[in-house]
């Protein structure tokens, strides 16, 4: 059977959702509107290859309360 040649490195496999919101995230939104759905993960390596991704601090991000109760206030 000719099938796919199986890749020698190991891969990692990445699950994220998104959710951008109008007005807040629109140059984003445009951004993924100009991307085909299938180069989407090719988009988004790039896309974090070539920002300030590499020197982010975590410390940078909100806490998990921060988006706990950012979540709970959404859902109200």
């Not at 759905?37 to 991000?61: C, H």
């Amino acid at each position: 059977m000719a099938g796919r040649k199986q890749l020698p490195k190991r891969t990692m496999l990445i699950r994220a959702s998104l959710i951008l919101r109008t007005g807040e995230d629109d140059d984003l939104i445009q951004a993924f509107q100009a991307v085909p759905a299938r180069k989407r993960a090719t988009f988004i390596k790039a896309s974090m290859r070539s920002g300030n991704f590499q020197t982010l601090s975590y410390d940078d991000l909100p806490s998990d309360d921060d988006l706990e109760q950012s979540i709970a206030d959404f859902l109200k």
